[in-house]
């Protein structure tokens, strides 16, 4: 799935990853590679044209990722990540031509770039927030739609290990019905989500089979 996603051209999956957690460690405060407190623009590609918010030193990355630096895989994709999309074009020019790579590879990536960097900009200053977290996070309907879901940022940030990120029939969660997919297959278990329970009238993380959606009806 990783090998996957080096298909964004978005980096080593290692530095995705610490950056990530970072984020998640500092978020909208000192620390944090990509707030909008620093500006829009920032936010959105200025920490990657500008900044050394991808580059990391064995420490940090030992500290904020202690699970992949034993991974030899992770560590050679991590170095060699541009690799696979690089035999991806040269697959796609001599299958269909110059439209096959353009849409295909040049594309496909600026646009998919352009999603994930509004999670980091837009989603932290646009939208509605349901959860009081101590960040700028929200709810953000339009990158939710780009993104497959993530764009339900408030809700990420308030519940980050929930597989589940939008909480209502309305949010609009792809990446959530392809868990649940997986789940069903068998090839996805213990799965995290936040439910919400009417004794406590509160959201709360449960961990397991999903039994019925109607827990999510009616509240806000
Ligand atoms: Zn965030
Ligand atoms: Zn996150």
Redesign the pocket.
Known sequence: MNLCGTLTLEGGPIYCLVT?RI??AHTDAPGDPHTPRDGGWWAHVGWILWGTGQQYDRSVVARYAPDMVKDRFHLWLNQLYWVPLVFLGLGLLAFGGWPYLMWGTFFRVTFNLHATWLVNSATHMWGRRRFATRDDSRNNWWVALLTFGEGW?NN??AH?TSARHGLKWYEIDFNWWGIRLMQLMGLARRIKRVRFNRASTAWHLVTGRVKSHRSYEGIN
């Open positions: 990530h984020h998640h940022h990420h940030h980050p």
